[in-house]
């Protein structure tokens, strides 16, 4: 393999999220037993928008961009300036920690593209990169891509109690061994746990006697369950000069179709991510970023709506997945996801994720993509409509009993 | 410099256009003589799409789009498969070579996305990158970042006579010294001038030969003067394999704030491209994408009419220009652009930049943007209201005779 060759080998995406459709589908599927499952086909690989809609206003803050025309269309690489002054003014409430407009805040093209730009501003060849497994499976692609080292450090979900459960004695040794960048998911993707204060406020600390980068995503941290508390890393010891927090409006507030992001934080990787924005893409869409402008700024009402009706799908799935037998499954404590580890089965999990979409017209995304400790796992985003959701995942279960392997045989 | 910052140091955008905003302004102009001039200010650093608004349903079909809901949020990699087709059919035909839509064609986030994808497929540490001089600055950029190596070519449209004036030679001799990989913009930026049949002829044999991957940035090949002749790449003895063309609606259609583009060419090099595009934004604005429904569809009328006017406003301009002494402009071809190359001056060039703006209102790219070659010229993208346009570079005319060294002098 050619150099280029070798770099695009470990960006496989045939198993990404929403790319489902490119998979070959048809009526051959050796090893698939018992017939299709009737139902409405859900896509659980991302949430749908049509199920929960975006807040009203954002399509006619749009169409005022629009028609603002050019001073909409062609901003600054950061992004508009008004529209920065008033993001920074609520993110800094939101996080807990001021924040300046002119330095510290680029809007970007989704929280993909703060992702993208905040780990090329950060890492090169050799760089040490601390990434959790399991976790958002752009991380170590992105790693790979710019020809970093990738430093895996194991979240345990499933035993940790109240903790998200990072080992944090081996990030530590990670950190200890020269590691200069951490990137996380907070919540965690795809487990829906939240770092604990105590989690936090350890990775902050050791953050800063090791003088580690940290790159935070934050991107379901508004959708918190049950009241829980968020410690948002901004407001800890970490130095703000080492610390860029990402989010954006693509999920809690379905506004994904406009590709929206935020990255904020340190002046100096701020700059660096905008120079590399005006190689990228120049700059988010100019007239999405009007609709900026309807995000921190719903309706109290709306936002504790649309947090309770996640909170019902959630709780109504939990209650299907652990009714089946060797289904281990955490309550995600926030965001729309749920990872359950499955029992044990006579297929390989990706033939496993292939005889959902193909017998009971259930898009999955497998564990794999998100770390080898998501091995055995699938997730599922269920911000969906309740009652197709509901049907789906009884669909799951009866596939689960249809392919788990005998106890004798996973005895012998 | 640790080596991410050496990565970035490659990458100053102070004097990229869009960007003068972020100039320090004020009173202190330390060197400029003379008073400001009145006038409207114009930014030729871009079009005005106030000026050439979009085409009539752009902005519907925006709208429709956000009401499709889910599916145009959440689009392949690649770009929504129906779109594609539409755009697939169209494209081949404006190229003269057919293309399929399920392979050889992505959408991206503008054409600078496209560039980027097609740069990052193609360019690692090492790759030998022949680049033109003077061309789109952001080709040299990506050379550095994805830590190629920079061979460029020099384009002498001064002296070219009907050429574009690309050194030949001194193409197949970097070619022969290894060169993987060629980016040029045709119609050039910042000069405007078309390659020739013969040209075009002349590159396609050589990369043939020497099996050289191409990509072609056609931007602004819509946007031709005089009923001139365009030669497409795609059309010629170039392997399809190893060529990449780009485009999109910024320009000639004033989309640019929906930030759209598309790269067509190489199954093996768009597939990488969508790995990429995977993990740097996802996909361009799945709702924005529905205004490509829009984009080889203008009425015909309308098409010409916008061509008229620009080639006015380029025949103004260039009286002016041509009645200054010492500046040396050709005509351009094709697109917007103006790039006269000025007299000796008192100051140094960025320095005189910086006078337009602070004492003419007049915002223009430096030269030294699009290489060494570059160096003496500024670029006008005129694109613009043509009264204001025309007004705007009289005050520029103004300044260079303020600002002119004496002959006496130039021959000291």
Not at 98 to 109: H, K, N, Q, S, V
Not at 262 to 282: D, N, P, Y
Not at 330 to 348: D, H, V
């Amino acid at each position: 393999m050619t150099p280029v060759e070798t770099k695009f080998a470990g960006l496989a995406t045939e198993n990404a999220p929403g790319q489902e459709v490119r998979l070959a589908q048809g009526a051959a599927a050796p090893g698939l037993v018992g017939e299709e499952l009737p139902g409405r086909s859900v896509d659980f690989s991302h949430g749908d928008v049509d199920a929960f809609p975006p807040v009203n206003g954002a399509l006619d803050a749009f169409v005022e961009g629009f028609h603002r025309g050019g001073s909409q269309a062609y901003t600054e690489y950061l992004g508009d300036a008004g529209i920065r002054a008033e993001l920074a003014a609520r993110l800094g409430a939101f996080t807990g920690a001021p924040l300046t407009a002119d330095e510290e805040l680029i809007i970007t093209p989704g929280t993909q593209g703060a992702l993208f730009l905040a780990m090329g501003a950060l890492v090169t060849r050799g760089t040490k990169v601390c990434v959790v497994d399991p976790d958002y499976f752009a991380n170590r692609k992105l790693v790979r891509f710019f020809e970093g080292e990738l430093m895996p450090v194991t979240l345990d979900h499933l035993a940790a109690g109240e903790q998200a459960g990072l080992d944090l004695a081996r990030l530590e040794a990670a950190f200890r061994a020269g590691v200069e960048v951490l990137v996380l998911s907070n919540p965690n993707n795809p487990t829906g746990v939240v770092y604990s204060a105590a989690e936090i406020g350890t990775i902050a600390d050791l953050a800063a006697r090791y003088g580690v980068r940290v790159i935070v995503d934050q991107l379901y941290s508004r959708l918190l369950y049950d009241g829980r508390s968020y410690t948002h890393m901004r407001a800890t010891t970490m130095p703000r000069e080492n610390l860029v927090t990402i989010t954006g409006p693509s999920k809690t507030e379905s506004l994904s179709g406009f590709r929206l992001g935020v990255a904020f934080g340190s002046a100096t990787i701020i700059e660096r991510m905008a120079k590399l924005q005006a190689i990228v893409s120049l700059r988010a869409a100019g007239y999405s970023q009007a609709v900026m402008k309807t995000w921190f700024a719903e309706p109290e009402a709306w936002m504790q709506d649309r947090i309770a009706r996640h909170q019902a799908i959630r709780d109504d799935l939990l209650a299907i997945l652990r009714g089946i037998g060797g289904v281990m499954v955490r309550s995600p404590q926030a965001g729309s996801y749920l990872f359950p580890k499955l029992p044990e089965l006579t297929i390989a999990p990706l033939e496993f994720v292939r005889a959902l979409r193909i017998q009971a017209g259930v898009i999955v995304t497998p564990g794999t993509e998100f770390g080898p400790n998501g091995t055995g796992g699938i997730r599922f985003n269920y911000s969906q409509d309740h009652a197709a959701a509901v049907a789906a995942v009884q669909r799951v279960a009866t596939l689960v009993g249809r392919y788990r392997r005998p106890a004798l045989a996973r005895s012998a």
